[in-house]
């Protein structure tokens, strides 16, 4: 069979004809329904061989980095592998919702999406006001649910970032700040780093506006931030917070002989 003939053969395929309807029938150029045939195929391709363990179901929920106030239909969604399932640990109903709620809600963390509470109440088929109802009592144990809500700062409570320095100042590790919080260690450890800059500077006398410009912060987490250090250092904490600025005064250290290792290569080049 010649050339010619392959390409008449591979032609009368699927993917052809969804092309030309897209064309003749959407309006759409040839580029761009290239373009769309292509993305429908790698789509398919993607979810066909995504596999899922007993228990497990496939989701599709908002992404994480999405504002608040934008709507459901415009927002980026990605899809993310759910653990619905799992062995009875003989503690009760209440406790194990509890835990499907915080495990659910951070695997989606994890996945990088963000599961509402309408989701869990779905997911879960319970009541919504059932799963309010968990969340505040995982949050008077000082678990956050990373909810859409909590993530995103959408509505009152306060900021996941000051509740993730102050669980730090209180001695918690970066792994009971993970589990507490759905934040990874790098997003924790970013977190610490800026608190500690905004600390590092007070200390040295600087204005907020100041520590602003200087760690590229915005006015209202710099707030936000002197309010929490000066309310710990004021109740005892003084030993903690030397602690991070301990840490802190290493990191530049470290950054400094970097950059000075960097110039002597430099000299040789």
């Known amino acids: 069979m010649n050339t010619q003939m392959v390409e008449r053969v591979r032609s009368k395929s699927p993917e052809q004809a969804l092309y030309r309807e897209l064309q003749d029938d959407y309006g759409l150029s040839r580029v761009e329904s290239r373009a769309l045939v292509g993305r429908i195929i790698e789509y398919q391709e993607n979810n066909r061989h995504a596999k899922r363990e007993e228990g497990q179901i496939f989701r599709w929920v908002v992404a994480v980095g999405e504002p608040p106030g934008k709507k459901i239909s415009d927002c980026r969604l990605v899809r993310v592998k759910l653990t619905i399932s799992t062995k009875s640990n003989g503690l009760g109903t209440i406790v194990e919702r509890e835990a499907a709620v915080h495990r659910l809600s951070l695997e989606s963390y994890e996945q990088g999406g963000t599961l509402s509470q309408e989701d869990l109440s779905d997911i879960l088929k319970i009541d919504p006001s059932t799963v309010?109802?968990?969340?505040?009592?995982?949050?008077?144990?000082?678990?956050?649910?990373?909810?859409?809500?909590?993530?995103?700062?959408?509505?009152?409570?306060?900021?996941?970032?000051?509740?993730?320095?102050?669980?730090?100042?209180?001695?918690?590790?970066?792994?009971?700040v993970r589990i507490f919080t759905g934040h990874s260690a790098a997003s924790i450890e970013n977190y610490e780093k800026r608190f500690v800059k905004v600390a590092h500077f007070c200390?040295?006398?600087?204005?907020?506006?100041?520590?602003?410009?200087?760690?590229?912060?915005?006015?209202?987490?710099?707030?936000?931030?002197?309010?929490?250090?000066?309310?710990?250092?004021?109740?005892g904490y003084q030993s903690s917070l030397n602690g991070m600025l301990n840490r802190f005064a290493e990191y530049l250290d470290?950054?400094?002989?970097?950059?000075?290792?960097?110039?002597?290569?430099?000299?040789?080049l």
């Open 203 to 235: 200390r040295e006398g600087r204005k907020p506006n100041e520590i602003r410009v200087l760690t590229d912060t915005s006015e209202g987490l710099v707030r936000d931030y002197l309010k929490l250090f000066w309310q710990y250092w004021e109740s």
């Open 254 to 268: 470290d950054k400094k002989k970097r950059l000075g290792r960097n110039k002597d290569v430099n000299k040789h």
């Open 132 to 176: 309010k109802r968990i969340i505040r009592r995982l949050r008077k144990q000082n678990i956050i649910v990373p909810t859409r809500g909590t993530i995103e700062d959408i509505g009152p409570g306060i900021s996941h970032k000051t509740k993730i320095i102050e669980f730090l100042i209180k001695g918690y590790t970066y792994d009971e």
